[in-house]
């Protein structure tokens, strides 16, 4: 399998499938890319949330999330 590429909103949806690319990616020793999306017809000037914050912390410590 090659790299996993989840595109994340913030919303619980995403909280779910982050988990799940998660284990998948553990689970088959594959990269995993993540994209953050705005919906900007409601966030004109887009900012950081705090799930979007997560999702960053989460890839600048990808290797102990996932294998740790």
Same mark, same amino acid.
């Given at each position: 399998? $090659? *790299? %996993? @590429? /989840?595109?994340?909103? $913030? !919303? #619980?949806?995403?909280?779910?499938? =982050?988990?799940? &690319? %998660?284990? /998948?990616?553990e689970?088959? #020793? &594959?990269? @995993?890319?993540?994209?953050?999306?705005?919906?900007?017809?409601?966030?004109?000037? *887009? =900012? @950081? !949330? !705090? &799930? #979007?914050?997560?999702? %960053?912390? &989460? #890839?600048?410590?990808?290797?102990?999330?996932?294998? $740790?």
């Open positions: 399998m $090659g *790299p %996993i @590429l /989840l595109a994340t909103d $913030g !919303s #619980e949806y995403a909280r779910q499938a =982050a988990k799940r &690319a %998660i284990e /998948l990616a689970e088959r #020793e &594959a990269t @995993l890319h993540v994209i953050c999306v705005v919906d900007q017809r409601h966030f004109d000037d *887009p =900012a @950081l !949330s !705090s &799930a #979007e914050l997560a999702t %960053i912390y &989460a #890839e600048d410590h990808a290797a102990v999330c996932v294998r $740790g």
